[in-house]
């Protein structure tokens, strides 16, 4: 989903106050009822109402159809602006510009505070390519089915902001952790480029064994990258890398530890032997050159971000390896048998199948035709008799089914609905005499003759009642004259 602030600005109170509620909602209930959106954000039934249908509109929460009560769920679009509210209180977001990159499961966008100093706002968005893969098989968080996906996008944002705090403090080369609130991080903004998009590089040698001393410096303070690839390293103006994307980050003491140290340094070396012609046969090992000095995931720890966290994190991104896995496997599986299936039809061409008698026969007569037989004329004709025969037979079935057709079509004439007649209570009188043809005539003419002098008579009273209507005008001024001279003048 795409951030678009611009609603922000014009939301009250009240409207983050119905927000927060369906956000404390979510945690135990799939669907928010309306009667608890009104009891936690305490206000009256239908001034939660009318501000849930403005909130609804702009999908900062959704409507579930086909529930037994009326709820609603909160969106990602809801959460961006939550969090965004908190940025705003503390003052570390002030305005929100363009999108600069998009992840797999995160958006970037750059932000601005009070100050106009430009800052990095990450938005983790999990779940976005993998729901349809492992919410509709299973859910491995069963007491936060709810807001699962929300959840661990909050944990993964806690996770990278407890990471990059605590590199930032020990001088490792990653962005400065500025704010971090529910599943978004607010980090400084670094002028430099991801190193999948350099095609050439002044001495690829240096930057090799600055890319593989991070990765062991990483190993000997206690935490090992999981994720160290040409996607999450910038190369700045002067050549000097920078680390980003920290969720995927482990202690040593991980069962793993080995190999995701392995995979770190193989990435590295296949993209620069791939992109700059770049081979060395010198690259770390963990079992040989990891000494652990210190313990800076025992920091993080300390900082907030738990085991039980991390258990949740990685069983996360375990789920979503293996979901991804499977996918690929089904996806093979389909070629294959696409495969075998246009196998079989090519040797099933190949092979010729079982000739019937007709076609033999068929064949026969061909080639006695094309003269490259020698079959006599009794076989042919015996061919021929049998073609007839079958000709017969078909039409036969053919006029028993035109017969069929017609008697049904015969019995559904019968009941047609126009040869019944409404139905009397009282019956008709029936007149058995039958008028001729020349008294049908006569009776036509009378009746004829009768309309005519009808019409002619309501036309003669018409004429009558205009000439009163005018004689009646043409008296009246002669009337008002006599009544004026008999009852005196009008200057008496």
Known sequence: MKLDAKALRYMT?????????????????????MSLISQIAQLRAGGAHKIVGGLAKKKLIARVQN????????????????????????????????????GKESDIYLVADEDDNQHVLKLQRLGRMSFRTIKSKRDYLQNRKSASWMYMSRLAAMKEFAFMKVLYENGFPVPEPIDASRHCVVMGLIDAFPLRQIEEVGN?????????????KLAQYGLIHGDFNEFNILIKSDGSP????????????????????????????????????YESAL??????????????????????????MQKELEAYQEELKNMSDESENEDDDE?????????EEEEEKDIPSGMTEEEKMEIKLRNIRLGNTQ?????????????????????????????????????????????????????????????????????KTEELKSKVARTLKSQTNKQNVRNTRGNNLKNKGKRGDRETVKGGGIFD
């Open 375 to 443: 079959d006599s004329d009794e076989e042919v004709e015996e061919f021929q008799v049998q073609q007839e025969e079958e000709y017969d037979e078909e039409s036969e079935e053919e006029l028993s089914e035109e017969a069929e057709l017609a008697r049904r079509g015969e019995k559904i004439e019968r009941l047609n609905n126009r040869d019944y007649k409404a139905h009397r209570d009282v019956k008709p009188k029936k007149s058995n005499k039958k008028l001729s043809t020349t008294a049908a005539a006569a009776a």
């Open 283 to 308: 690259y770390p090992r963990f079992t040989k050159d990891v000494e652990r000095e210190f313990c800076l995931d025992v920091q993080v720890a300390a900082s907030g971000f738990s085991k039980k």
């Open 67 to 102: 529930m037994s009560y009326d709820g609603y769920r909160l969106t990602y679009g809801g959460y961006d602006y939550l969090a965004l509210k908190t940025f705003a209180k503390r003052g570390t977001v002030y305005s929100v510009g363009n999108q600069i990159g998009v």
């Open 204 to 216: 690829p040698g240096k930057l090799y064994s600055e890319l593989m001393n991070m990765i062991v």
């Open 13 to 33: 109170t009240e409207d983050f106050r119905v927000l927060t509620a369906v956000e404390m909602g979510s945690k135990n209930h799939e669907v928010v009822p």
């Open 335 to 343: 070629a294959d048998d696409s495969d075998e299936d246009e196998q």
């Open 242 to 277: 920078i680390l980003i994307d920290f969720p995927q980050m482990v202690s040593t003491s991980h069962v793993n530890a080995e190999y995701y140290f392995n995979r770190d340094v193989e990435c590295i070396r296949v993209f620069f032997k791939r992109r700059f012609g």
